[in-house]
Structure formats: structure tokens, C-alpha cells
């Protein structure tokens, strides 16, 4: 048991690791941009910060429409190989090994066809996106926010909205080369990126170079064409791949409409998940704002580390998806149930380790993010650290759960499942214990221990049902 447990977290890290570290890159490239704004001022950095906000929003739920791009891709090209295998084995009969080796089929159709749809996709999502973005930056106003910032946020989502397109169409062929479990060029492409927009930053910032002196809007252009450029690397890195090359086709106008659909249908609950969470999260983040400042800069400081390790939670879960909808398509239930184990386990042993460190070293970890001057703020954050150390175990599970259930294509059970979660037991869980026990931010955190707990359950419980019934649908064609 425990050769096999290693021998399959092997396996999954080879895919996880690489996608861990790609979202910890992704997180250094926001920081950078927040540095860089704060470094401006304090109505520049409130304004960027607002853009940034609304951005995200929008480029979260875009990814979520490609996301199954990868599931799809993997599933395709497994059933390719058990075809190839197949040829093969019916060729060893009669033939030399150079013509069994012959005989594998060049880029299969269907995986060529996602390709096409996911970038189909990503393009209608990008326009859409950002002509919203536009069209949010003329409400601002509105909602009651101060007539300085509007107007520096407005020409942030101005400079941005160019580079959701670029942004989207990236994470597509993404998801593609996380499909053929070949993800390697991902960590050195955002790498890099983490440096280049940095430059760009400082030199549209300040207009060196004889460039013009932009300000904010620099941040934003520079942004863009971070995203641009990304994607363009990623492009060509693929054509260089052998075997992504044949499979790489940009032409979206022949995409398959059958293909589209599909994508979109499983794309919006994915879609709807995201931005459901990231709005949980939002709605929490006012309510310790209504218990003062330094309630809110605890809250802040401590949900900015829990947001960090939970790269690790998305690295395993789009990990453990695709090597689900791989072993789906081969027919392996029993490496679809040992998948749902092993990610765990090794979400667990990250997250102990992670939690340990709260505990005893809390003031080293609050360091970078909270002003230590402000000695209740610290004594809050403290105190918040002792919840954290339980709930990332909970948050890791629950998105490991909803990354299990994309690998069987469920994309609305955990839709559902999230909804009840976060809004039906979390967030009402969260408002009693701070307001009505009186406990206040450590409430809110203790009902968000909850929420996710409940989710967490409930996805996981969700997946093993679905593998017994796949399993008991299977037993009379065996039979």
C-alpha cells in the first residue's frame, strides 16, 4: 500500500508540481503590479487595486470557461494511445517493430478539435469581458465611490480590457498543454513573465527610454502586453513541441460548433464556481470590515496567505482532473478512486507542514503582509492563523473535490454543491458566530471553517458515488 501510494504521488506531481509553481509565479506577477501602484500613492493604488478587483473577476470567470479544455484534451489523446496500443499489439503479429511503430496515427482529429473550440471560446469570452470592463468603469460613479479614484480606475480598465483576450487565449492553450501532460514550458513562460512585466512597469510608470511618463496606466499597459506575450511564447513553444504541433491549430473560424457547445456548456458552472467563490470571499472580507480597521487588515493579512497556499490546492486539483479524465477514458476506476486519495494525501502533508508553521511561528509568517506597529491587528491575525492552520486543509479538499468531479465532466454537481457550501451554510454560519455569539472576525473565520468543511464533504462524497455507480453501470457489459 504504502510502494503504491508513492508510486501515484510520482505520478500526479509530475504533472502538480509544475502547476503549483506556475500559480505561484501568477501570484508574484499580481504582487508585483500592487507594489508598483503603492510605490504611486494612495489614491493610485486604490484605484488600481478597484481596477484589479473587477478584472479579476471577470478573467477568473473567463478561465473557467476553458478550463475543461485540458479534461477534454486529456481524455482524446488517452483514447488515441489505447487506440495506438491496440494497432500495435495487431501489428506485432506480422510486422517489424519500425512499422508497429508506423502504424501510431498522426495528431488525432478530436483533440485538434478542442483546440479550435477552447480558443473559440476564450475569444468570445475575451471580447465580451472586456467590453464589460469598459462599460463598469462608466458605472463607478455610481456606486458612491470617490470622483478622484473613478477616474484613475476608469483608464486602468481602459489599459487593461485589451489584454483579457491575450490572457484567455493563454490560458487555453494552457489547459491543452496540461492535457498532453506536457506542461513543462508553463513555469519558465510565467517566470519570465514575473520579470518582464516588472520592467514594463517601471519603465511606462516613469517613461524612460524616452517612453512617456504614463503613471497608472502604464501598470495596465504594461499588464496587457505581459498577457500578449505569454501567449505568443506559449504558441511557439508548442509548435516547437513534436507532439503538441501536429495538434495546434489557431484557425478558429473552422472550429466545431458541436465542440463549442460542449465546452461552453461544461465551461459556465465551472465559470459560475469561480466567481461564486471569489464572491463568498468578497462578502466575508466586508463583514470584518464592519468590526474596524485592524479587524480588516487581520482579515486581510491572513486570507492573502491563505490565498497563497491554495495555489497548492489548484496545482493538485487540475492535476488530479486530468489524470482522472485519462484514466476514464482507459477504463481504470480503480487509478480514478486511488487519484481522489493520493491528491489528498499529499495536500495533507503540504498543508500539516504549512500549519505547524502558523502555530509557532505566527508573528515570522504575518511579518510580510501586516504592519506590526498596530498591536491588535496583530493579536487578531494571530488568533486567525490558529483557524487557518484547520481550515486550509478543508479549502485544499474542497477544490481538490471540484477538480475531481471536472475530471468526470460533472461540472454542475460541483456548482451545486459550492452554492450550498459557501452561501446556505458557510456565509449564514459566518454572520451568526461573529455577530450574534459576539466572536467577531474570529466568527467570520470559524463559519468560513465550516462552509468549506461542508463543501469539502459533500464534493468528495458526490465523486465517490459517481465512481460506484460508473463501476455498477459497467459490471453487465463485463458480465
Not at 481524455?75 to 500495435?88: C, D, I, M, V, Y
Not at 501489428?91 to 478530436?110: G, I, L, M, W
Not at 517601471?202 to 499597459?221: A, N, S, Y
Not at 494525501?345 to 503582509?369: D, N, Q
Request: glycine residues 8%; contains cysteine.
Amino acid at each position: 500500500m504504502p510502494s503504491t501510494l508513492l508510486r501515484d504521488s510520482r505520478a500526479l506531481g509530475v504533472l502538480a508540481v509544475p502547476l503549483v509553481l506556475t500559480q505561484l509565479a501568477q501570484v508574484a506577477l499580481t504582487t508585483t503590479d500592487t507594489v508598483m501602484m503603492g510605490l504611486l500613492g494612495t489614491a493610485e493604488l486604490a484605484a488600481g487595486g478597484l481596477a484589479i478587483v473587477i478584472f479579476n473577476q471577470l478573467r477568473t470567470m473567463g478561465v473557467g470557461l476553458v478550463t475543461s479544455v485540458g479534461n477534454q484534451t486529456a481524455a482524446a489523446a488517452a483514447r488515441a494511445e489505447q487506440h495506438a496500443a491496440g494497432g500495435a499489439a495487431r501489428a506485432e503479429v506480422s510486422a517489424a517493430p519500425d512499422d508497429v511503430r508506423a502504424e501510431v496515427p498522426p495528431a488525432p482529429d478530436d483533440v485538434r478539435a478542442i483546440v479550435r473550440a477552447g480558443l473559440a471560446v476564450a475569444t468570445l469570452a475575451g471580447i465580451v469581458g472586456a467590453v464589460l470592463m469598459v462599460l463598469i468603469g462608466q458605472t463607478l460613479p455610481w456606486l458612491g465611490q470617490d470622483p478622484a479614484v473613478v477616474d484613475l480606475a476608469r483608464t486602468m480598465l481602459y489599459a487593461l480590457a485589451p489584454g483579457l483576450l491575450p490572457c484567455l487565449w493563454f490560458q487555453a492553450l494552457r489547459q491543452f498543454t496540461v492535457g498532453m501532460r506536457r506542461p513543462q514550458a508553463l513555469l519558465r513562460i510565467t517566470i519570465a513573465s514575473v520579470a518582464v512585466n516588472a520592467a514594463l512597469n517601471w519603465v511606462l510608470i516613469h517613461g524612460t527610454f524616452g517612453l512617456p511618463q504614463l503613471g497608472l496606466i502604464g501598470v495596465g499597459t504594461a499588464t496587457s502586453t505581459v498577457y500578449l506575450l505569454t501567449f505568443l511564447a506559449l504558441y511557439l513553444s508548442a509548435k516547437r513541441d513534436k507532439e503538441l504541433a501536429p495538434l495546434l491549430s489557431l484557425n478558429i473560424a473552422k472550429a466545431d460548433p458541436e465542440a463549442v457547445r460542449r465546452l461552453v456548456r461544461l465551461g459556465i458552472p465551472i465559470a459560475a464556481t469561480y466567481g461564486s467563490e471569489a464572491g463568498f470571499f468578497s462578502v466575508t472580507a466586508l463583514m470584518a470590515g464592519t468590526f474596524g480597521p485592524d479587524a480588516l487588515a487581520a482579515h486581510t493579512a491572513v486570507n492573502q496567505l491563505v490565498y497563497i497556499v491554495f495555489q497548492v490546492a489548484v496545482g493538485l486539483s487540475h492535476a488530479a482532473s486530468i489524470n482522472v479524465s485519462r484514466e476514464l477514458a482507459l477504463g481504470d476506476l480503480d487509478a480514478a478512486r486511488r487519484i481522489k486519495n493520493t491528491a489528498l494525501a499529499c495536500a495533507a502533508a503540504v498543508m500539516t507542514v504549512v500549519g505547524i508553521l502558523y502555530v509557532t511561528v505566527p508573528r515570522l509568517v504575518l511579518a510580510p503582509f501586516l504592519d506590526t506597529g498596530s498591536d491588535r491587528a496583530l493579536a487578531i491575525a494571530t488568533q486567525l492563523l490558529l483557524v487557518t492552520a484547520f481550515l486550509q486543509f478543508f479549502d485544499c479538499a474542497q477544490n481538490i473535490g471540484v477538480g475531481l468531479l471536472r475530471g468526470l465532466d460533472d461540472t454542475r454537481s460541483g456548482f451545486r454543491i459550492t452554492l450550498v457550501g459557501y452561501w446556505a451554510v458557510g456565509l449564514p454560519a459566518s454572520w451568526l458566530l461573529a455577530h450574534a455569539l459576539g466572536l467577531d472576525t474570529l466568527g467570520i473565520w470559524l463559519g468560513l471553517l465550516t462552509g468549506l468543511a461542508t463543501t469539502a464533504v459533500l464534493l468528495l462524497r458526490r465523486y465517490a458515488h459517481s465512481l460506484a455507480r460508473r463501476e455498477a453501470d459497467a459490471l453487465p457489459a463485463t458480465a
